[in-house]
């Protein structure tokens, strides 16, 4: 088996992982984890080939830009606090404790290596960490979190880790110039994120197509984590800048077929390259186990040590962090997003599984120094970080379940259905106020007027039928079960006809165009159809 059949072995176990993790009750990165810890171990194998400096830019920029589509600018501002203290402050106090327990116990590792390693380490993976959470029916509140800690927090490791593998290749280091690199990488991405946002704004309303419009939804990712790098910024705060500023202020209402086409494309995206980014993770096994032989022992040992180091100050930080953004979220009327008891607190510990970002970061350490000599420890720090991301994974993981069940952390139903119902009384008095707009300026039939108006009143009662009372709720069941009927029948007039256009592609004479072209009418009508 060679490098491409090898990829196309992963893609396949990407997607079958889905249904089958569900089915088994696993989350589907820690599935695909297990199946590269597997497929490692079978001889005909390759190890896997990859040159470290294309890692960051392959996988990163796809994965951040598909996560920062379920969250919003709105979103970050309201929770700054909760996000500093977890995905900034967390993860310098995670990266000095690492390094200092890592340059005592691992022999020859100078402290610039020990603090690249606890800043790649330092992250949770926020592709894992909302892949496991998502499925448990934890409070959205708590989500919410882990997705903001997770996207910063990786902004936040990489510069550090960058500044420390700088350090050591360089052979210098200066506090000063570390801080001005900290602040001018931020600024350049945020200045990137912000015009190639405004760009790809400007270009989607002129391309128009749908088609076209994902296509280049599909290339801005890793436009400006390249743009980004090259000018001495950020790359993985310009991707998370620039998918805010798209999310924001790029969405059409009206573009219903392009938003359909544009949230399953990216959700291919997301499955296709989360399941082979941890796919590789257990691959790279066969790497790993290279790295150790002869002296599997000795370097477990100090992988334990830093696993108890990074498992523990999470804990060790968080509850009193939840203790304070709580107090300070009390006295100001911010509407933070942020655990609300110690068994929330303690299930958002366990949920802190690494994941690509330290593979990447990992993989991505130079194999030597500007001077000539091989990177200090490289064989050392990739066994740790590879120890300790599966042992989080995988662990935590397959008993985040068990522990969710255990303390019985759930989403607030109530709260949901309160939030669905005031938005779909808002989208119905929409509908109705634009209904009487429309009356104003033109001359409508009576009867005409009338359907409308329970049709808008439908929009609202279709989303959340809490909103009509118990007698018109029975008035409006029966009309729903009759449009129900008509809906159905109507599939089947259009499924009929779909299948006579389509048996046409076959006939002598046939242009496939066409038949192509009258077939995707029929899918858009049947796609708009009440």
Excluded at 204 to 227: E, K, N, S, W
Aim: negative net charge; aromatic residues 6%.
């Amino acid at each position: 088996m060679d490098q491409l059949a090898l990829l196309f072995v992963l893609l396949l176990g990407a997607v079958v992982s889905v249904p089958l993790g569900d089915r088994l009750g696993l989350p589907a990165p820690v599935l695909m984890t297990i199946t590269g810890v597997v497929l490692a171990l079978v001889p005909a194998v390759p190890n896997v080939d990859i040159p470290p400096e294309y890692i960051l830019p392959l996988v990163l920029p796809p994965l951040l830009y598909a996560s920062a589509q379920r969250t919003s600018w709105r979103q970050f501002a309201a929770n700054v606090r909760p996000i500093l203290l977890l995905a900034v402050a967390l993860v310098f106090v995670t990266t000095a404790a690492v390094a200092a327990v890592a340059h005592a116990v691992v022999p020859g590792l100078p402290v610039a290596a020990a603090v690249a390693l606890g800043a790649l380490i330092a992250p949770p993976d926020p592709v894992a960490a909302t892949a496991v959470a998502g499925s448990l029916g934890l409070p959205r509140r708590m989500v919410s979190i882990l997705e903001g800690e997770g996207l910063f927090n990786d902004v936040t490791a990489i510069v550090l880790y960058h500044v420390a593998v700088a350090a050591v290749v360089s052979g210098s280091f200066s506090w000063p110039d570390a801080l001005g690199e900290f602040v001018l990488s931020a600024v350049v991405a945020v200045a990137v994120g912000l015009g190639l946002g405004w760009v790809t704004r400007w270009m989607m309303g002129r391309l128009g197509d749908a088609t076209l419009q994902i296509g280049l939804t599909l290339l801005v990712p890793f436009v400006a984590y390249v743009v980004a790098e090259e000018l001495q910024g950020s790359g993985v705060l310009a991707v998370l800048t620039t998918a805010l500023f798209l999310a924001e202020y790029a969405s059409d209402a009206d573009d219903v077929l392009g938003r359909l086409a544009g949230h399953t494309f990216w959700e291919i995206v997301d499955t296709l390259v989360t399941g082979v980014a941890f796919g590789l993770i257990g691959l790279e096994l066969h790497n790993v186990f290279g790295v150790a032989k002869g002296r599997a022992g000795e370097m477990a040992g100090w992988a334990a040590i830093v696993i108890v180091v990074v498992v523990g100050v999470r804990l060790v930080w968080l509850l009193p962090a939840a203790w304070l953004a709580k107090k300070l979220h009390g006295r100001r009327d911010y509407d933070e997003e942020i655990p609300l008891s110690w068994r929330e607190s303690v299930v958002m510990w366990w949920a802190g599984m690494r994941g690509v970002a330290s593979v990447a970061l990992a993989l991505a350490i130079p194999l030597r120094t500007d001077a000539g000599d091989p990177f200090p420890a490289r064989d050392e720090i990739v066994f740790i970080a590879f120890a300790v991301i599966m042992v989080t994974l995988v662990c935590q993981g397959l008993t985040l379940p068990w522990l969710v069940r255990r303390l019985g952390v759930e989403a607030d139903a109530d709260a949901e259905r309160e939030g669905r119902r005031r938005l779909a009384l808002r989208a119905a008095k929409a509908a109705k106020r634009r209904l009487r707009e429309i009356e104003e300026v033109e001359d409508l039939p009576e009867d005409l007027v009338e359907t409308l108006y329970r049709r808008a009143y439908d929009v609202g009662a279709r989303i959340s039928p809490d909103l009509v009372d118990e007698e018109r709720r029975e008035a409006y069941g029966k009309r729903v079960e009759r449009i129900r009927d008509v809906q159905r029948i109507q599939r089947e007039m259009m499924s009929a006809a779909r299948h006579e256009v389509l048996a046409a592609r076959s006939e002598p004479g046939a242009d496939p165009e066409i038949v192509d072209r009258v077939l995707r009418h029929l899918d858009v009508r049947s796609l708009r159809s009440p």
